[in-house]
Protein backbone atom coordinates (compact mmCIF):
# COMPACT_ATOMS: atom_id res chain seq x y z
CA UNK A 1 0.00 0.00 0.00
CA UNK A 2 1.76 3.17 -1.43
CA UNK A 3 1.29 6.39 0.98
CA UNK A 4 -1.07 9.37 -0.10
CA UNK A 5 1.76 12.50 -1.49
CA UNK A 6 -0.02 15.07 0.91
CA UNK A 7 1.29 17.94 -1.10
CA UNK A 8 -1.96 17.97 -3.37
CA UNK A 9 -4.27 18.06 -0.21
CA UNK A 10 -2.34 21.22 1.07
CA UNK A 11 -2.46 22.61 -2.38
CA UNK A 12 -5.89 22.21 -2.47
CA UNK A 13 -5.96 24.06 0.93
CA UNK A 14 -4.17 26.55 0.29
CA UNK A 15 -6.52 27.17 -3.40
CA UNK A 16 -10.08 26.99 -1.28
CA UNK A 17 -8.27 29.64 1.40
CA UNK A 18 -7.97 32.19 -1.70
CA UNK A 19 -10.27 31.59 -3.56
CA UNK A 20 -12.64 31.28 -0.97
CA UNK A 21 -12.20 32.61 2.40
CA UNK A 22 -9.52 35.33 1.67
CA UNK A 23 -12.71 37.27 -1.04
CA UNK A 24 -14.72 36.70 1.98
CA UNK A 25 -13.19 38.19 4.64
CA UNK A 26 -12.63 41.09 2.31
CA UNK A 27 -16.21 41.50 1.88
CA UNK A 28 -16.86 41.34 5.51
CA UNK A 29 -13.92 43.90 6.25
CA UNK A 30 -15.87 46.01 3.40
CA UNK A 31 -19.16 45.93 4.97
CA UNK A 32 -17.67 46.99 8.02
CA UNK A 33 -15.68 49.92 6.78
CA UNK A 34 -18.66 50.91 5.37
CA UNK A 35 -21.00 50.48 8.33
CA UNK A 36 -18.57 52.48 10.17
CA UNK A 37 -18.47 54.84 7.81
CA UNK A 38 -22.23 55.70 7.96
CA UNK A 39 -22.03 55.70 11.93
CA UNK A 40 -19.19 58.58 11.70
CA UNK A 41 -21.92 59.90 9.39
CA UNK A 42 -24.71 59.84 11.03
CA UNK A 43 -22.86 60.79 14.42
CA UNK A 44 -20.74 63.44 13.32
CA UNK A 45 -22.71 65.04 10.37
CA UNK A 46 -25.18 66.70 12.86
CA UNK A 47 -22.47 67.61 15.06
CA UNK A 48 -20.56 69.24 12.55
CA UNK A 49 -24.24 71.23 11.01
CA UNK A 50 -24.75 72.59 14.47
CA UNK A 51 -21.10 73.40 15.44
CA UNK A 52 -21.37 75.47 12.06
CA UNK A 53 -24.55 77.05 12.82
CA UNK A 54 -23.44 77.80 16.39
CA UNK A 55 -20.57 79.29 14.66
CA UNK A 56 -21.98 81.36 11.87
CA UNK A 57 -24.15 82.68 14.80
CA UNK A 58 -21.09 83.82 16.99
CA UNK A 59 -19.57 85.11 13.69
CA UNK A 60 -22.93 87.74 12.99
CA UNK A 61 -22.84 88.48 16.94
CA UNK A 62 -18.97 89.58 16.81
CA UNK A 63 -20.10 91.50 13.72
CA UNK A 64 -22.98 93.41 15.58
CA UNK A 65 -21.37 94.43 18.43
CA UNK A 66 -17.82 95.61 16.58
CA UNK A 67 -20.00 97.13 14.51
CA UNK A 68 -18.62 95.28 11.45
CA UNK A 69 -15.28 95.73 12.50
CA UNK A 70 -14.41 91.71 12.44
CA UNK A 71 -16.33 89.20 11.52
CA UNK A 72 -17.71 90.55 8.59
CA UNK A 73 -17.16 88.98 4.78
CA UNK A 74 -14.70 90.11 2.46
CA UNK A 75 -15.97 92.71 0.48
CA UNK A 76 -15.81 91.45 -3.48
CA UNK A 77 -15.90 93.28 -7.13
CA UNK A 78 -19.57 92.78 -7.25
CA UNK A 79 -19.98 94.75 -3.76
CA UNK A 80 -18.75 97.71 -4.97
CA UNK A 81 -20.24 100.81 -5.97
CA UNK A 82 -20.41 102.24 -9.40
CA UNK A 83 -19.47 105.54 -8.16
CA UNK A 84 -17.23 105.70 -5.08
CA UNK A 85 -16.07 109.05 -3.60
CA UNK A 86 -12.31 110.30 -4.96
CA UNK A 87 -10.57 113.68 -4.29
CA UNK A 88 -9.50 116.19 -7.39
CA UNK A 89 -5.98 115.93 -8.71
CA UNK A 90 -3.81 118.89 -8.08
CA UNK A 91 -1.29 117.58 -11.22
CA UNK A 92 -1.70 118.54 -14.27
CA UNK A 93 -2.01 115.74 -17.46
CA UNK A 94 1.56 116.71 -18.53
CA UNK A 95 3.02 116.33 -15.42
CA UNK A 96 1.65 113.35 -14.82
CA UNK A 97 2.81 111.19 -17.90
CA UNK A 98 6.65 113.41 -16.90
CA UNK A 99 6.29 111.37 -13.86
CA UNK A 100 5.32 108.18 -15.19
CA UNK A 101 7.57 108.48 -18.03
CA UNK A 102 10.86 109.68 -15.46
CA UNK A 103 10.66 107.02 -13.41
CA UNK A 104 9.77 103.61 -15.66
CA UNK A 105 11.12 100.67 -14.79
CA UNK A 106 13.70 98.18 -16.81
CA UNK A 107 12.34 94.77 -16.65
CA UNK A 108 15.06 92.02 -17.16
CA UNK A 109 13.78 88.71 -18.26
CA UNK A 110 14.33 85.74 -20.19
CA UNK A 111 14.17 86.23 -24.53
CA UNK A 112 11.10 85.59 -25.74
CA UNK A 113 12.87 82.88 -27.88
CA UNK A 114 10.62 80.37 -29.44
CA UNK A 115 13.15 77.57 -29.44
CA UNK A 116 13.81 77.83 -25.87
CA UNK A 117 9.86 77.48 -24.96
CA UNK A 118 7.81 77.07 -23.06
CA UNK A 119 8.93 79.33 -19.92
CA UNK A 120 8.45 75.89 -17.31
CA UNK A 121 11.84 74.07 -17.36
CA UNK A 122 13.51 72.09 -14.28
CA UNK A 123 17.13 70.99 -14.66
CA UNK A 124 20.71 71.34 -14.27
CA UNK A 125 20.63 75.11 -16.72
CA UNK A 126 17.03 76.15 -15.65
CA UNK A 127 18.51 79.07 -13.77
CA UNK A 128 20.21 80.15 -17.37
CA UNK A 129 18.44 79.09 -20.60
CA UNK A 130 14.49 79.42 -20.95
CA UNK A 131 12.38 82.01 -22.55
CA UNK A 132 9.21 83.77 -20.95
CA UNK A 133 6.63 85.71 -22.09
CA UNK A 134 7.46 89.18 -22.44
CA UNK A 135 4.92 92.48 -21.32
CA UNK A 136 2.46 93.47 -23.90
CA UNK A 137 -1.06 95.50 -24.59
CA UNK A 138 -3.74 94.12 -22.84
CA UNK A 139 -5.36 93.58 -26.08
CA UNK A 140 -3.01 90.95 -26.95
CA UNK A 141 -6.12 88.48 -24.67
CA UNK A 142 -8.74 91.10 -25.10
CA UNK A 143 -8.73 90.12 -29.04
CA UNK A 144 -8.21 86.23 -28.72
CA UNK A 145 -10.37 85.08 -26.05
CA UNK A 146 -13.91 83.88 -25.08
CA UNK A 147 -16.46 85.60 -22.89
CA UNK A 148 -17.65 82.71 -20.44
CA UNK A 149 -20.62 83.88 -18.81
CA UNK A 150 -20.80 82.76 -14.99
CA UNK A 151 -19.83 79.00 -14.48
CA UNK A 152 -22.70 77.84 -15.85
CA UNK A 153 -20.54 77.31 -18.91
CA UNK A 154 -17.87 75.14 -17.25
CA UNK A 155 -16.42 73.85 -20.72
CA UNK A 156 -13.15 74.47 -21.54
CA UNK A 157 -12.40 73.71 -24.99
CA UNK A 158 -15.10 75.77 -27.24
CA UNK A 159 -13.79 77.00 -30.50
CA UNK A 160 -15.65 80.57 -31.11
CA UNK A 161 -13.85 84.03 -29.84
CA UNK A 162 -15.82 87.00 -28.33
CA UNK A 163 -15.21 90.41 -30.27
CA UNK A 164 -13.74 92.87 -27.74
CA UNK A 165 -17.13 95.32 -28.36
CA UNK A 166 -19.28 92.63 -27.04
CA UNK A 167 -17.43 92.18 -24.17
CA UNK A 168 -17.16 95.80 -23.59
CA UNK A 169 -20.88 95.34 -23.93
CA UNK A 170 -21.49 93.07 -21.16
CA UNK A 171 -19.67 95.71 -18.50
CA UNK A 172 -22.34 96.12 -15.70
CA UNK A 173 -24.29 93.02 -16.55
CA UNK A 174 -25.11 90.79 -13.23
CA UNK A 175 -23.07 87.98 -12.93
CA UNK A 176 -19.95 90.15 -14.84
CA UNK A 177 -17.53 89.25 -11.03
CA UNK A 178 -18.49 85.71 -11.83
CA UNK A 179 -17.54 85.50 -15.60
CA UNK A 180 -14.06 85.19 -17.35
CA UNK A 181 -11.84 86.01 -20.52
CA UNK A 182 -10.92 82.24 -21.38
CA UNK A 183 -7.99 81.35 -24.71
CA UNK A 184 -10.26 78.69 -26.36
CA UNK A 185 -10.04 75.47 -28.00
CA UNK A 186 -6.39 74.54 -26.18
CA UNK A 187 -6.86 70.76 -26.12
CA UNK A 188 -8.55 70.45 -29.94
CA UNK A 189 -11.54 69.45 -28.71
CA UNK A 190 -9.08 65.97 -26.89
CA UNK A 191 -11.49 64.91 -24.25
CA UNK A 192 -8.87 62.94 -22.42
CA UNK A 193 -6.70 66.03 -22.48
CA UNK A 194 -10.05 68.39 -21.29
CA UNK A 195 -10.16 66.09 -18.37
CA UNK A 196 -6.72 66.06 -17.50
CA UNK A 197 -7.33 70.00 -17.80
CA UNK A 198 -10.50 69.61 -15.43
CA UNK A 199 -9.09 67.44 -13.01
CA UNK A 200 -5.21 67.99 -13.37
CA UNK A 201 -3.63 64.70 -11.83
CA UNK A 202 0.03 63.79 -13.19
CA UNK A 203 3.64 63.38 -12.58
CA UNK A 204 5.18 67.11 -12.88
CA UNK A 205 4.21 69.06 -9.52
CA UNK A 206 2.18 68.88 -6.50
CA UNK A 207 -0.87 70.59 -6.81
CA UNK A 208 -3.31 70.72 -3.67
CA UNK A 209 -2.22 72.31 0.06
CA UNK A 210 -3.07 69.25 1.86
CA UNK A 211 -2.76 66.44 -0.40
CA UNK A 212 0.51 65.58 -1.75
CA UNK A 213 -1.08 64.78 -5.27
CA UNK A 214 0.76 65.46 -8.06
CA UNK A 215 -0.24 67.99 -11.43
CA UNK A 216 -0.84 67.23 -14.93
CA UNK A 217 0.15 68.40 -17.45
CA UNK A 218 -2.57 68.70 -20.44
CA UNK A 219 -0.73 70.17 -23.16
CA UNK A 220 -1.98 73.76 -22.32
CA UNK A 221 1.67 74.96 -21.54
CA UNK A 222 2.77 74.05 -25.07
CA UNK A 223 -0.38 75.20 -27.26
CA UNK A 224 -0.72 78.42 -25.08
CA UNK A 225 3.40 79.50 -26.18
CA UNK A 226 2.61 78.52 -29.75
CA UNK A 227 -0.43 80.39 -30.20
CA UNK A 228 1.21 83.78 -28.30
CA UNK A 229 4.37 83.25 -30.61
CA UNK A 230 1.93 83.37 -33.57
CA UNK A 231 -0.15 85.94 -32.51
CA UNK A 232 3.54 88.06 -31.84
CA UNK A 233 4.66 87.53 -35.56
CA UNK A 234 1.94 88.06 -37.44
CA UNK A 235 1.80 91.61 -35.33
CA UNK A 236 5.25 92.30 -36.32
CA UNK A 237 4.28 91.77 -39.75
CA UNK A 238 2.52 95.33 -39.42
CA UNK A 239 3.95 98.70 -40.42
CA UNK A 240 4.70 100.02 -36.82
CA UNK A 241 2.14 102.30 -36.31
CA UNK A 242 -0.34 99.76 -36.65
CA UNK A 243 1.11 97.17 -34.38
CA UNK A 244 -1.38 96.61 -31.52
CA UNK A 245 0.47 94.46 -29.03
CA UNK A 246 3.87 96.39 -29.03
CA UNK A 247 5.58 96.06 -24.87
CA UNK A 248 3.66 98.38 -22.82
CA UNK A 249 3.32 99.35 -19.46
CA UNK A 250 0.55 101.02 -17.27
CA UNK A 251 0.74 103.72 -14.76
CA UNK A 252 -1.47 105.00 -12.29
CA UNK A 253 -0.29 107.99 -10.80
CA UNK A 254 -2.13 108.63 -7.82
CA UNK A 255 -1.80 111.41 -5.21
CA UNK A 256 -2.47 110.80 -1.51
CA UNK A 257 -5.81 113.63 -1.62
CA UNK A 258 -7.47 111.74 -3.83
CA UNK A 259 -8.16 108.81 -1.38
CA UNK A 260 -11.35 109.38 0.85
CA UNK A 261 -8.87 108.08 3.80
CA UNK A 262 -6.15 110.62 3.64
CA UNK A 263 -7.87 114.06 1.91
CA UNK A 264 -6.11 117.08 2.43
CA UNK A 265 -5.06 117.64 5.78
CA UNK A 266 -3.42 114.12 5.99
CA UNK A 267 0.42 114.50 6.40
CA UNK A 268 0.42 112.05 2.83
CA UNK A 269 -1.81 114.40 1.05
CA UNK A 270 1.06 115.77 -1.29
CA UNK A 271 2.53 112.46 -1.85
CA UNK A 272 2.58 110.64 -4.92
CA UNK A 273 2.08 106.71 -5.53
CA UNK A 274 3.37 105.69 -8.71
CA UNK A 275 1.99 101.96 -9.82
CA UNK A 276 3.42 100.32 -12.86
CA UNK A 277 1.28 97.87 -14.01
CA UNK A 278 2.26 94.76 -17.10
CA UNK A 279 0.39 92.41 -18.64
CA UNK A 280 1.85 89.08 -19.82
CA UNK A 281 -0.37 86.61 -21.83
CA UNK A 282 0.03 82.99 -19.55
CA UNK A 283 1.63 82.22 -16.47
CA UNK A 284 3.84 79.15 -17.06
CA UNK A 285 5.64 78.02 -13.50
CA UNK A 286 5.08 75.56 -10.87
CA UNK A 287 1.53 77.17 -11.00
CA UNK A 288 -0.15 77.84 -14.33
CA UNK A 289 -2.96 80.45 -15.11
CA UNK A 290 -4.15 82.03 -18.11
CA UNK A 291 -3.19 85.79 -17.92
CA UNK A 292 -1.00 87.42 -15.88
CA UNK A 293 -0.82 91.07 -14.00
CA UNK A 294 2.40 92.13 -12.16
CA UNK A 295 3.77 95.06 -11.47
CA UNK A 296 5.80 97.84 -8.89
CA UNK A 297 5.19 100.51 -6.70
CA UNK A 298 7.21 103.77 -6.14
CA UNK A 299 6.56 106.40 -3.48
CA UNK A 300 7.32 109.70 -4.16
CA UNK A 301 7.13 112.46 -1.87
CA UNK A 302 7.08 116.08 -2.53
CA UNK A 303 10.23 118.84 -1.40
CA UNK A 304 11.24 121.97 -2.42
CA UNK A 305 13.25 120.57 -5.59
CA UNK A 306 10.04 118.88 -6.88
CA UNK A 307 9.20 115.29 -5.98
CA UNK A 308 11.74 112.94 -4.89
CA UNK A 309 11.51 109.25 -4.79
CA UNK A 310 11.27 107.71 -1.20
CA UNK A 311 11.37 103.87 -2.52
CA UNK A 312 9.44 101.14 -4.33
CA UNK A 313 7.66 97.71 -3.62
CA UNK A 314 8.01 95.08 -5.54
CA UNK A 315 4.87 92.74 -6.57
CA UNK A 316 5.85 89.06 -5.40
CA UNK A 317 3.03 86.55 -5.86
CA UNK A 318 0.80 86.99 -2.72
CA UNK A 319 2.77 89.22 -1.06
CA UNK A 320 5.69 92.69 -1.69
CA UNK A 321 8.83 93.59 -0.44
CA UNK A 322 9.68 97.26 0.45
CA UNK A 323 13.32 99.03 -0.53
CA UNK A 324 14.84 102.35 0.13
CA UNK A 325 15.43 104.22 -3.18
CA UNK A 326 19.08 104.08 -2.55
CA UNK A 327 18.85 100.22 -1.99
CA UNK A 328 17.35 99.31 -5.45
CA UNK A 329 19.72 99.15 -8.47
CA UNK A 330 18.64 101.83 -11.17
CA UNK A 331 19.73 102.47 -14.87
CA UNK A 332 20.02 105.46 -16.78
CA UNK A 333 17.56 106.54 -19.55
CA UNK A 334 19.84 104.66 -22.01
CA UNK A 335 18.86 101.22 -20.09
CA UNK A 336 22.42 101.49 -18.52
CA UNK A 337 23.04 100.55 -14.75
CA UNK A 338 24.21 103.38 -13.06
CA UNK A 339 23.80 104.28 -9.07
CA UNK A 340 22.32 107.71 -9.82
CA UNK A 341 20.02 106.77 -12.67
CA UNK A 342 16.06 107.05 -11.88
CA UNK A 343 14.56 104.07 -13.41
CA UNK A 344 14.26 101.00 -11.02
CA UNK A 345 15.97 97.42 -12.29
CA UNK A 346 13.43 94.67 -12.07
CA UNK A 347 14.20 91.10 -12.38
CA UNK A 348 11.54 89.08 -13.37
CA UNK A 349 11.11 85.26 -12.62
CA UNK A 350 10.59 83.35 -15.38
CA UNK A 351 7.00 81.68 -15.76
CA UNK A 352 5.39 83.14 -12.42
CA UNK A 353 6.52 86.35 -13.46
CA UNK A 354 7.54 87.71 -9.48
CA UNK A 355 9.48 91.05 -9.05
CA UNK A 356 12.59 90.77 -7.68
CA UNK A 357 15.47 93.21 -6.60
CA UNK A 358 18.48 91.53 -7.45
CA UNK A 359 19.55 88.50 -9.90
CA UNK A 360 20.53 85.30 -7.37
CA UNK A 361 21.65 82.51 -9.15
CA UNK A 362 20.21 79.86 -7.17
CA UNK A 363 17.04 81.35 -7.56
CA UNK A 364 14.00 82.63 -5.05
CA UNK A 365 11.59 80.16 -3.24
CA UNK A 366 8.52 81.98 -3.68
CA UNK A 367 6.02 83.08 -1.07
CA UNK A 368 2.45 81.86 -2.40
CA UNK A 369 -0.57 81.44 0.11
CA UNK A 370 -3.44 79.58 -0.77
CA UNK A 371 -7.28 81.01 -0.22
CA UNK A 372 -9.67 78.22 1.11
CA UNK A 373 -13.10 79.08 1.23
CA UNK A 374 -15.02 77.82 4.40
CA UNK A 375 -19.10 77.86 4.59
CA UNK A 376 -20.54 80.21 6.89
CA UNK A 377 -16.99 81.71 7.58
CA UNK A 378 -15.84 83.65 4.49
CA UNK A 379 -12.53 83.26 3.12
CA UNK A 380 -8.95 82.53 4.74
CA UNK A 381 -5.45 82.34 2.91
CA UNK A 382 -3.43 79.71 3.87
CA UNK A 383 0.36 79.94 4.63
CA UNK A 384 3.27 79.34 2.13
CA UNK A 385 4.74 76.59 4.13
CA UNK A 386 1.63 74.37 4.24
CA UNK A 387 1.03 74.43 0.31
CA UNK A 388 3.15 71.70 -1.16
CA UNK A 389 3.27 72.80 -3.98
CA UNK A 390 5.42 76.07 -3.65
CA UNK A 391 7.81 74.00 -1.56
CA UNK A 392 9.78 72.69 -3.72
CA UNK A 393 9.69 75.46 -6.26
CA UNK A 394 12.05 78.07 -7.47
CA UNK A 395 11.73 81.25 -9.16
CA UNK A 396 14.53 81.86 -11.63
CA UNK A 397 15.62 85.51 -12.60
CA UNK A 398 17.83 85.89 -15.96
CA UNK A 399 20.93 87.80 -15.40
CA UNK A 400 21.22 91.32 -17.01
CA UNK A 401 22.39 91.65 -20.43
CA UNK A 402 24.89 94.49 -19.28
CA UNK A 403 26.46 91.85 -17.19
CA UNK A 404 26.76 89.68 -20.16
CA UNK A 405 23.83 87.25 -18.75
CA UNK A 406 21.36 85.59 -20.46
CA UNK A 407 18.22 87.57 -19.78
CA UNK A 408 17.18 90.64 -22.40
CA UNK A 409 15.84 94.08 -21.30
CA UNK A 410 12.39 95.00 -22.16
CA UNK A 411 12.56 98.78 -21.18
CA UNK A 412 9.77 100.08 -23.08
CA UNK A 413 8.85 104.13 -23.59
CA UNK A 414 5.18 103.19 -24.06
CA UNK A 415 3.50 103.87 -20.90
CA UNK A 416 -0.19 104.15 -20.53
CA UNK A 417 -0.92 106.82 -17.77
CA UNK A 418 -4.44 105.83 -16.46
CA UNK A 419 -7.10 108.90 -16.02
CA UNK A 420 -7.12 109.92 -12.52
CA UNK A 421 -8.78 108.75 -9.46
CA UNK A 422 -11.85 109.81 -9.24
CA UNK A 423 -13.10 108.71 -13.07
CA UNK A 424 -11.19 105.15 -12.57
CA UNK A 425 -13.59 105.13 -9.10
CA UNK A 426 -16.79 106.49 -11.77
CA UNK A 427 -17.38 103.05 -13.47
CA UNK A 428 -19.87 104.20 -15.62
CA UNK A 429 -17.12 106.97 -16.82
CA UNK A 430 -15.01 104.24 -17.61
CA UNK A 431 -16.96 102.29 -19.15
CA UNK A 432 -17.37 105.03 -21.63
CA UNK A 433 -13.96 105.39 -22.20
CA UNK A 434 -12.40 103.98 -25.52
CA UNK A 435 -9.12 103.44 -24.12
CA UNK A 436 -9.98 102.18 -20.65
CA UNK A 437 -13.07 100.67 -20.68
CA UNK A 438 -11.29 97.05 -19.66
CA UNK A 439 -10.31 98.56 -16.42
CA UNK A 440 -13.90 98.38 -15.46
CA UNK A 441 -14.39 95.05 -16.21
CA UNK A 442 -14.24 92.75 -12.73
CA UNK A 443 -14.53 89.59 -14.26
CA UNK A 444 -11.17 87.01 -14.10
CA UNK A 445 -8.37 87.86 -16.89
CA UNK A 446 -8.29 83.83 -17.92
CA UNK A 447 -9.88 80.57 -17.63
CA UNK A 448 -10.89 79.45 -13.88
CA UNK A 449 -10.05 76.60 -12.13
CA UNK A 450 -12.94 74.04 -12.22
CA UNK A 451 -11.97 72.72 -8.17
CA UNK A 452 -10.44 74.63 -5.43
CA UNK A 453 -6.39 74.77 -5.23
CA UNK A 454 -5.93 73.27 -8.81
CA UNK A 455 -4.53 74.91 -11.16
CA UNK A 456 -5.12 78.01 -10.48
CA UNK A 457 -7.12 81.16 -11.66
CA UNK A 458 -6.21 83.77 -13.89
CA UNK A 459 -5.86 87.33 -12.07
CA UNK A 460 -8.69 90.12 -11.67
CA UNK A 461 -8.29 93.21 -13.33
CA UNK A 462 -6.00 96.49 -11.10
CA UNK A 463 -9.34 97.85 -9.25
CA UNK A 464 -10.26 94.32 -8.08
CA UNK A 465 -7.11 93.19 -6.26
CA UNK A 466 -7.89 94.80 -2.89
CA UNK A 467 -5.94 97.07 -1.01
CA UNK A 468 -3.44 97.24 -3.03
CA UNK A 469 -5.05 99.54 -5.56
CA UNK A 470 -7.84 100.73 -3.13
CA UNK A 471 -4.97 102.00 -0.83
CA UNK A 472 -0.94 101.60 -1.65
CA UNK A 473 0.28 103.46 1.54
CA UNK A 474 -1.78 100.75 3.76
CA UNK A 475 -0.32 97.77 1.25
CA UNK A 476 3.07 98.88 1.40
CA UNK A 477 2.77 99.25 5.25
CA UNK A 478 1.14 95.99 5.93
CA UNK A 479 1.31 93.55 3.08
CA UNK A 480 4.55 94.06 2.66
CA UNK A 481 8.08 92.68 3.45
CA UNK A 482 10.81 95.17 4.42
CA UNK A 483 13.87 93.53 2.50
CA UNK A 484 16.43 95.68 4.13
CA UNK A 485 19.48 93.42 3.72
CA UNK A 486 21.52 96.11 2.21
CA UNK A 487 20.72 98.85 5.14
CA UNK A 488 22.10 96.15 7.04
CA UNK A 489 25.36 95.61 4.93
CA UNK A 490 25.90 99.58 4.86
CA UNK A 491 25.05 99.20 8.64
CA UNK A 492 27.63 96.53 9.64
CA UNK A 493 30.25 97.92 7.38
CA UNK A 494 30.71 101.31 8.79
CA UNK A 495 30.32 99.64 12.41
CA UNK A 496 33.30 100.07 14.65
CA UNK A 497 34.08 98.11 17.94
CA UNK A 498 33.62 100.41 21.22
CA UNK A 499 37.17 100.93 22.81
CA UNK A 500 38.14 98.53 25.81
CA UNK A 501 37.73 99.26 28.70
CA UNK A 502 41.15 100.44 30.61
CA UNK A 503 42.79 97.65 33.30
CA UNK A 504 43.11 98.85 37.08
CA UNK A 505 46.86 99.20 36.22
CA UNK A 506 46.67 101.49 33.36
CA UNK A 507 44.38 103.07 35.71
CA UNK A 508 46.55 103.87 38.27
CA UNK A 509 49.91 104.66 36.07
CA UNK A 510 47.77 107.13 34.00
CA UNK A 511 46.57 108.80 37.67
CA UNK A 512 50.06 108.52 38.94
CA UNK A 513 51.56 110.53 35.43
CA UNK A 514 48.68 113.05 36.47
CA UNK A 515 50.13 113.65 39.63
Known sequence: MTDVDPKPRGRMQLRRVRVVWLPLLLIVLDVLL???????AL????????????????RWLVSVVSGGRWGRRRPRPEDVADVRL???????????????SRY???????????????????????????ADYHPRSVHVLLDHVRLRRGRTQWLPDLPETTDPQAIRASLGRPGEARSSLEIPWLHGGNPLNILRHLFPFGRQFRAHWAIPVPKADCGCAQAVWDRYLRIVESDHGRPPAAQRYQHT???????????????????????????????LFYNDAWNRHQGDLEGITVFLHEGPEGYRPLGAAFACHDLGRWRRWQ????????????????????????????????YNETGYHPSMSRRLRVPFFGEFDIPSHFVLETRSATDWVAESPAAFGTGVSVFTENVRVMPPEHILRDLPALRADDEWWWLAYRGIWGAPEFLPFFGGSGPRGPQWQGIKWSNPFVWVMRHCIA???PYWLETF????????PLSPDTVEEMQAASD
Open 34 to 40: LVGIAVL
Open 43 to 58: VLVPVAVVVLIVFAIL
Open 86 to 100: AGRPKLSAELRQTLA
Open 104 to 130: RPNLILFPEEPELGPPYRTGELANMIG
Open 249 to 279: IYARVLEGRELPEIGEQHPLSAAVVLQYWWF
Open 327 to 358: DISHCDDAGVPDADGVHPIVYTARGSHASYFD
Open 483 to 485: DDL
Open 493 to 500: ATWQAPPA
